[in-house]
């Protein structure tokens, strides 16, 4: 995609990468930091500095909502449990969202129907899953986040899904700040 820019009266066109944001010359055709096709069309901007495009930069770590924990668990007991199923797909599509690793391709309302189908045992992998994949994405961009793979897995087991719940909600709340 191309942004054009005005400074000082004078049209520059600059082209960025759709996928990580770097800015390259306007003729080429893959980006040299990650290795995307580029796009073909334009955008004009009408701005008198250079413009920052809408796609995260390579560097930057992505951003997800803070979720007040108390208020989780409070909203899931008071409507029966409607919201802990609501907060569970919104969970999952966080985790996604700040692995961005070969893994993030199922979405929240998949991994619930699939949780829900074999009976809580694809909710206990995810949780083991969610654990190892949020390490590594803290040790990606410089936050403490220790690997608790192993305390999901027995906290599901004995039943205790709701510190799951928890303890993710608590590690997806280190990349909202």
Do not use: H
Request: aromatic letters at 8%; hydrophobic letters at 35%.
């Amino acid at each position: 995609m191309f942004d054009i820019i005005m400074v000082k009266g004078v049209i520059n066109m600059a082209k960025y990468c759709g996928s990580c944001g770097t800015q390259m010359d306007e003729k080429t055709s893959f980006c040299p930091n990650c290795g995307a096709p580029v796009e073909n069309n334009s955008k004009p901007s009408n701005t008198e500095a250079t413009t920052s495009n809408s796609s995260q930069p390579s560097g930057t770590r992505p951003k997800v909502v803070n979720r007040n924990i108390v208020v989780c668990i409070l909203l899931s007991i008071v409507t029966c449990g409607i919201y802990g199923i609501v907060w569970f797909v919104q969970m999952v599509n966080d985790v996604n969202t700040v692995c961005q690793d070969e893994k993030s391709s199922q979405s929240g309302g998949t991994v619930f129907l699939l949780t829900l189908i074999t009976c809580g045992i694809y909710g206990i992998i995810f949780f083991y899953n969610a654990g190892k994949r949020l390490a590594n994405a803290g040790t990606k961009y410089n936050i403490q986040i220790s690997d608790n793979s192993t305390l999901y897995l027995i906290l599901s087991l004995l039943g205790l899904q709701i510190v799951d719940y928890c303890l993710v909600q608590s590690d997806l709340n280190r990349f909202s700040e």
